[in-house]
């Protein structure tokens, strides 16, 4: 749910720093054509990861949720490992959020 | 990066922001420390009790995950857990900054993890045997083998600490679009044109509304899921480096 909210931002965010990324590129006669597209590459890229991560983060859930109704007992136990799993998976879609951010914020690539 | 909603309240000139907030961290647990065992009693009560009780959480949870030769670990994974967590908290408080949005900090507690549980393996059985143990079960897949499992160790520390940094920030972010929004709404509002004040009031209350019963309870359970997951994960990684020791 959390990386909807990342997903939305970024959107948003590569639909606000879109158009002053590509007068930036206009106004400095030295500025390269990689900048509008670092912008585009930036928001797709998090798109992809964060719905494919909502893909692996359900299955895994749904598989706890099951096997914590067939097991009680061992609810405690299947939730903590549960919340490691589904750390490691979104930790795959932080990758692609900083990757975004470095694109957005900090442009290596003019 | 610097602060993204705004600049924090106060700042030490020629000091960065995550180290200052960093030091508020560290005299806010060193009072709190300090007031709760000044006076200790067999019976505790009030603040004594109350770290007892979070201490004592973390201390089942190294018998569980470690097993019985977890407990000499409490003084670094309790450390880690309340400087997380209290740093986490930080951040939600308006004009104050979590140290733990800054890379910088992130990855010095990943590196502290990532050192003393190498170390502790080559302390429990040798510098030979745990780099024997790197090798693989095969002889002939060693060479393969190692390699493969230097680059999943270092991938560990990356881990721990771009997962730290990037829901701090990512949350960070979040909240400044969604302030951003309510302030050019409400501007809208104040303006005074009829279709202004029509949409803008509205909406202004449904992001307001949407801000402080959603969004803040999410970015307190991020802040307490964040520091208990670095924690387990570090628990795990020792449990890693003890257990080769244990079944070889």
């Known amino acids: ?49 964060s719905g494919l991560c909502a893909l692996g983060q359900g299955r895994a859930t749904a598989s706890a949720v099951d096997a914590m109704a067939r097991q009680p007992g061992a609810a405690g136990r299947i939730q903590t490992a549960m919340i490691i799993g589904l750390a490691l998976i979104e930790s795959l879609a932080l990758y692609v959020f900083v990757i975004a951010a470095i694109l957005l914020f900090v442009q290596p690539v003019k | 990066m610097e602060a993204i909603e705004h600049p924090p309240l106060f700042a030490i000139p020629g000091v960065p922001d995550h180290l200052t907030y960093t030091w508020l961290v560290m005299v806010i647990l060193i009072v709190v420390s ?49 400087f997380i967590l209290t740093s986490n908290l930080l951040g939600l408080v ?26 502790i393996g080559i302390q429990k059985q040798g510098l030979g045997r745990y780099l024997k143990h790197l090798c693989g079960p095969v002889w002939w897949l060693a060479p393969l083998m190692f390699v493969v499992e230097i680059f999943s160790h270092l991938a560990r520390p990356l881990s721990l600490a771009l997962r730290l940094f990037g829901n701090m920030t990512g949350g960070h972010i979040l909240l400044a679009v969604i302030f951003s929004l309510t302030l050019g709404l409400a501007s809208w509002a104040a303006a005074g044109s009829l279709p202004g004040v029509l949409l803008g009031v509205p909406g202004t209350a449904l992001l307001v509304l949407f801000t402080t019963g959603f969004l803040l309870p999410l970015k307190i359970l991020v802040a307490f899921l964040q520091a208990f997951i670095f924690c387990m994960l570090s628990m795990l990684y020792i449990a890693g480096a003890i257990e080769e020791a244990e079944h070889p």
């Open chain 1, 1 to 49: 749910m959390r990386l909807v909210f990342v997903l939305t931002v970024v959107a948003v965010a590569a639909v606000l720093a879109g158009p002053s990324a590509v007068w930036a590129a206009e106004a400095g006669a030295s500025g390269g054509w990689v900048g509008p597209f670092a912008v585009i590459a930036a928001g797709i890229g998090m798109a992809i990861a």
């Open chain 2, 34 to 82: 300090a007031a709760a065992s000044r006076r200790l009693q067999l019976v505790p009560r009030g603040l004594q009790n109350f770290m007892e009780i979070v201490l004592e959480q973390f201390l089942s949870l190294l018998d569980d995950v470690v097993g019985h030769e977890g407990r000499r670990y409490l003084p670094l994974i309790a450390t880690l857990g309340l």
């Open chain 2, 94 to 119: 308006p004009g104050l900054m979590a140290p733990t949005s800054n890379i910088n900090t992130t990855a010095a507690c990943a590196l502290i993890v990532f050192f003393t549980y190498h170390w």
